[in-house]
């Protein structure tokens, strides 16, 4: 994301909280999130796939509205209209292929008209299958949750992203022996999984409160959190949008409209600031696996890595920022994905501050139903063993989340192996009262102590997250450890 | 009645948001139009732009600022010289008592072209340890500059002198010496107002009114208009990490394209045509203000060495820069010139074999680098024995 692009998304989002009426300003930002998710989406050697990616983004949110929508919640009147800005966006994006002066919204020219037609045309024919066959069906969710999880690891997986490159490429006519992994660069993908994966999850448990179409596309392609999240709960998101709607009656209402907005303008400045001065000039500096080779020293392999380490907080919790900006600007207040985490005193609480909405989804859709069932199986494993599985492994599908690599499965094991230790540590000590009386009476000494044991270790856990090559990490790190 | 209220009173709120939100945008753009137009009426004043990381939190470096992939060569060309000595090693500390300091100026093969910091010319010179009476020990400094001009060198000399040199080592080659090469430097265009001062200091055959010489506008001087600059200077600062982690300030590439072995069938050098250079065809007025400049210093010129093509041509030119009596002839009007004008003067040319060039017909290997040094150090030697016994 540019400054470019923060500036068109700011001025959207003031006209959208300011300009719009409440009933016409879920079109207007369904609208803006369509035309914005082809706008974001970067250039790929692949011919026509910058135009194919976003299409599929929609396709798939369409589609799994189609599986978990609830009739009553519905009328047919708004889901037609809606359909119609759905299809028009993508129609006229298509179309800015034949105007020249304005083409093109995509990074490169859109395929033929014909094309898109007649691919809407069958997406819109499964949609609709799929609309009337899914009330009552209980395959359709599954068959949603694998496919996403399918094309989730397909572009997480650099040999199977390698494959379905050269396969597009071969049936593009382009030559596949120049695939690269790089070519599918699916923008936001991973973000609208996991928006996808909790509706058909809170579904198929029968949590999923009813929402219409342009509420459910919002939702899911929502343009400011669309590229880095935070991933929002679809009712908690839905809420605040019907209330955004309402029209201003009191004047609390306005009050709290000219707060949200200056709240709102205050953290996308500082969003920009954290991403574009702090993170950007980190970043000149920190480690990756260039430098990582050409540097031997202790100390600068150290200034290195506290670069890249305060690099990624900024960089990331900057985007949060103006995510967070951008949706207070229109109502919503997004969730907070940081609650400065590199201040926390054990490793539990980093993980409750650092991409908190990413550690609840796994903690709600995976590691509590989990370990319930371990509890509650006919032969339960020892408190201990559940633990070690449940964070293990938790840890290690968050690391897989990143991409299919051993650096990153490393760096799962490496926080869920610190997090069970952190675990046994808590409980050892707690029976022990002699223990914790001394701890307690040299508070600032043991706080500051066990922030930096947290700091050290998450710091020095990134090392696997810099470098894709397992074995430049451990060398890393043996010169962090003064060898 | 209610409804009456709930008109007005949002009505006079959405004023007040509005009338806070002009307030502030109106503020935010004086303040901005205000520090911009400061930063302009007293732009940067050279002290402040002195004011280096290097030096003070990342050693100094070794040769100037000149970067063409920022992002693997650690270095950036930036064209402010008091930022660029700024983070030269040579900036560093006040001279030395026992120090006997070189300055070493020149082109890219001064600079150190495809060779790491300890494989330049200087490094060489400093690693021959030469130790003049009086238990002086030289210590040679790299202040070579990538693009063939002598006014580039005669700046970069101009800038130098406050750094009280003993000595100045003066690479040079014919490239260096045409009137069409003088201003041709980005490092000379960007800094006009320098250029324009030696050339009416020393009266030197340069148009003042070049049109390369861009004076800046009032506007280049303002945040908005030099916050390229300003980037790349805050750029540079922060490459001074990777500068100290690793020891690298350029990008040497595994491969790269070798110096041309087979030349064109052409006699010409740049406008001039065969058979024979005069006086006036090369700016030899600019080794005569270098030698002026440097006051008590000694000067010495230096032929650099060429590479000495043996393929197609090779009866024709020495190498892609130069026919054979171009270079011939610039060879026997630097030595009349020397000799008139008692120039120290020495002529390596063919001293290095053509094996230790790299890609061009100047750049050598570490291995050319380090004979040549050996050549440099008798010369230094020699010149600085006899200047501190005149002394």
Redesign the interface.
């Known amino acids: 994301m540019s400054l470019t692009h923060l500036f068109v998304f700011l001025l959207i989002a003031l006209i959208a909280g300011w300009l719009i009426p409440g009933r016409w300003r879920i079109s207007f930002l369904l609208g803006a999130s369509l035309i914005f998710i082809y706008w974001l989406q970067p250039s790929t050697p692949i011919r026509n796939l910058d135009f194919w990616l976003p299409t599929a983004s929609i396709f798939l949110t369409v589609l799994v509205w189609a599986i978990t929508h609830q009739p009553q919640a519905n009328s047919m009147r708004l889901t037609w209209i809606t359909a119609s800005i759905v299809v028009g966006v993508v129609i006229l994006v298509g179309v800015t292929r034949y105007v020249e002066p304005i083409c093109c919204l995509t990074p490169s020219r859109p395929p033929e008209l014909f094309r898109i037609l007649i691919t809407t045309g069958l997406a819109a024919g499964i949609i609709a299958l799929l609309y009337h066959f899914s009330p009552g069906n209980r395959f359709l969710p599954y068959l949603a949750i694998f496919t996403i999880l399918g094309l989730f690891i397909i572009l997480k997986s650099e040999p199977l992203s390698r494959s379905t490159s050269a396969w597009l490429r071969y049936s593009t006519g382009q030559p596949y022996g120049m695939a690269s992994a790089l070519d599918l660069p699916w923008l936001g993908f991973s973000y609208l999984s996991f928006r996808l994966l909790h509706v058909l999850r809170d579904y198929q448990s029968g949590k999923l409160p009813p929402f219409s179409l342009d509420e459910f596309i919002t939702y899911a392609l929502f343009f400011p959190s669309y590229t880095a999240g935070p991933i929002d709960r679809s009712e908690r998101f839905v809420g605040d949008l019907r209330k955004s709607l309402q029209p201003l009656e009191s004047p609390t209402r306005y009050q709290n409209k000219v707060t949200n907005t200056a709240q709102g303008v205050q953290r996308i400045v500082l969003g920009i600031f954290k991403k574009f001065v702090i993170a950007d000039s980190l970043a000149i500096f920190a480690l990756n696996p260039q430098n990582a080779v050409q540097t031997t020293s202790t100390l600068w392999m150290w200034v290195l890595l506290l670069a890249f380490s305060l690099r990624i907080y900024f960089d990331f919790s900057g985007y949060t920022d103006i995510a967070v900006g951008l949706g207070r600007l229109v109502g919503i207040k997004l969730p907070e994905n940081f609650d400065r985490p590199y201040l926390k005193t054990n490793l539990a609480m980093f993980w409750n501050s650092w991409h908190i909405t990413l550690a609840q989804f796994f903690r709600a859709y995976y590691f509590n139903p989990l370990t319930r069932m371990l509890r509650t199986s006919k032969h339960p494993l020892p408190a201990w063993t559940i633990i070690l599985i449940g964070q293990l492994t938790t840890m290690l599908l968050i690391g897989l989340w990143h991409g299919i690599s051993w650096n990153f499965f490393i760096w799962g094991a490496w926080h869920g192996l610190g997090l069970f230790i952190h675990n046994r540590w808590t409980e050892w000590i707690r029976p022990r009262e002699e223990f914790h009386t001394t701890l307690a009476n040299n508070h600032r000494l043991t706080n500051l102590l066990n922030w930096m044991v947290t700091f050290i270790f998450v710091t020095v856990g990134w090392v696997w997250f810099a470098l894709p090559n397992p074995a430049l990490a451990w060398k890393t790190i043996r010169i962090l450890g003064g060898e | 009645m209610e409804a009456k209220t709930?008109q007005t009173?949002?009505d006079s709120?959405?004023e007040?948001?509005l009338h806070?939100?002009i307030r502030v945008s109106i503020k935010a753009l004086s303040l901005f139009v205000i520090f911009n137009l400061l930063f302009a009426v007293f732009y940067p004043p050279a002290a402040a732009k002195r004011v280096s990381a290097y030096n003070l939190l990342f050693p100094g470096r070794q040769r100037l600022p000149y970067g063409e992939i920022p992002?693997?060569s650690y270095n950036i060309s930036l064209y402010d010289l008091e930022a660029m000595f700024a983070s030269h090693e040579l900036s560093n500390r006040n001279k030395p008592k026992d120090e006997y300091r070189i300055i070493l100026i020149g082109d890219s093969s001064t600079w150190g072209f495809l060779l790491t910091p300890d494989q330049t010319l200087a490094a060489y010179l400093n690693r021959e340890q030469i130790s003049l009476p009086h238990n002086q020990k030289v210590k040679v400094y790299n202040l070579g500059y990538p693009t063939m001009s002598l006014t580039k060198d005669l700046l970069i000399l101009s800038f130098a002198m406050q750094y009280q040199p003993d000595m100045i080592l003066w690479p040079l080659t014919l490239e260096s010496f045409p009137y069409d090469k003088q201003l041709f430097s980005p490092l000379l265009q960007n800094n006009p107002g320098k250029v324009r001062g030696l050339i009416k200091d020393y009266n030197l055959n340069l148009d003042l009114q070049d049109p390369k010489l861009k004076t800046p506008s009032f506007w280049d001087k303002t945040i908005l208009g030099s916050r390229r600059n300003l980037a790349d200077l805050?750029?540079f600062q922060?490459?001074g990490?990777?500068w100290?982690?690793?020891g690298?300030d350029q990008f040497i590439p595994k491969d790269y394209e070798k110096r041309q072995e087979d030349l064109p069938a052409d006699e010409n050098f740049h406008e001039l045509a065969p058979p024979k250079l005069n006086e006036t065809d090369l700016a030899f007025e600019i080794l005569s203000a270098g030698v002026s400049m440097a006051r008590s210093s000694p000067v010495v010129f230096i032929n650099e060495p060429i590479f000495i093509s043996q393929g197609l041509n090779s009866r024709i030119r020495y190498n892609f820069f130069y026919p054979r009596w171009a270079f011939d002839d610039y060879r026997r009007l630097m030595m009349e010139k020397s000799s008139a004008n008692r120039w120290y003067y020495w002529d390596f040319w063919d001293s290095v074999a053509p094996s230790e060039f790299t890609n061009t017909a100047i750049h050598l290997t570490p291995n050319g680098n380090q004979q040549f040094a050996r050549l440099l150090a008798q010369v230094i030697l020699s010149v600085a024995s006899s200047t501190i016994s005149n002394q």
């Open positions: 709930s009173e949002p709120l959405k007040n948001g806070f939100g992002e693997k805050f750029r922060l490459y990490v990777l100290a982690a690793t690298i």
